[in-house]
């Protein structure tokens, strides 16, 4: 069995000011991982992807993720987040022995101040 | 190129009646999946199916059936709705080893 812990629900921060959104996941096998960020009344986003190679993986829009096996763990970071990136940013798992079959977090509801 | 697309965007039921949400992906994808989003609780996988002809139980499949009518379209069935079934329903597909591609959800109210 696998599952996500995502462990702030909700995280404000200014306009400009660093961000990292935790994601720690449990599985007994090789995962894949993912974050997925949901605008407003709209569906889920890929917005990075870790599936295998390199630990850090990166965004268009200035987001990154590290996988860190030994921490079991897959945080968001930005070095300095936007108005626009206001949404909920859920993280996802998935192994072999699960097909595409991705088990969430509960999301955390990142609050962009101005 | 749509996607994945689902129908109806939003339903109000009452409480007993029935209704089929419907969803296709024109992305030639093996699997699809339903989810049902609830506050605070993330998605939770109600049905999948891995590929054309095939259909299994997921976490929280109660209360439901599904159709794999096609590779393209798979069909989330409510017979008789109940109050707890309130929720937005999301279709997803993908293939072996690669990220889900969402649609745009159903946002249902049971009354």
């Known amino acids: 069995a696998q599952s996500v812990t995502q462990l702030d629900s909700q995280v404000p921060v200014f306009e400009e000011a660093p961000v990292e959104l935790r994601c720690n996941y449990s599985?007994?096998?090789?995962?894949?991982l993912f974050w997925y960020v949901q605008y407003p009344n709209q569906g889920l986003q890929l917005l990075l992807k870790y599936l295998s190679g390199s630990t850090l993986v990166e965004s268009i829009n200035g987001f990154e993720a590290e996988f860190n096996k030994s921490q079991t763990s897959f945080h968001l970071r930005k070095p300095s987040v936007h108005i626009s990136d206001t949404a909920e940013y859920f993280c996802?798992?998935?192994?072999?022995?699960?097909?595409?079959?991705?088990?969430f977090g509960g999301g955390t509801r990142l609050m962009v101040k101005p | 190129n749509a996607g994945v697309t689902q129908t109806p965007k939003f339903q109000v039921l009452k409480t007993g009646q029935s209704m089929t949400l419907q969803c296709a992906q024109d992305?030639?994808?093996?699997?699809m999946y339903w989810y049902r989003q609830d506050p605070g609780m993330g998605l939770r996988l109600i049905y999948y199916?891995?590929?054309?002809?095939?259909?299994d139980k997921g976490e929280v499949p109660n209360g439901y059936n599904v159709s794999r009518l096609n590779k393209r379209e798979f069909s989330l069935r409510l017979e008789s709705a109940a109050p707890s079934q309130t929720s937005v329903y999301f279709c997803?597909?993908?293939?072996?080893?690669?990220?889900?591609?969402f649609g745009q959800g159903t946002r249902l109210t049971v009354v």
């Open positions: 199916s891995a590929s054309e002809g095939t259909t």
């Open positions: 997803a597909s993908g293939s072996q080893n690669t990220e889900a591609f």
């Open positions: 996802a798992v998935t192994n072999n022995n699960a097909g595409n079959m991705l088990t």
């Open positions: 992305m030639n994808h093996n699997s």
């Open positions: 599985s007994s096998v090789s995962v894949y």
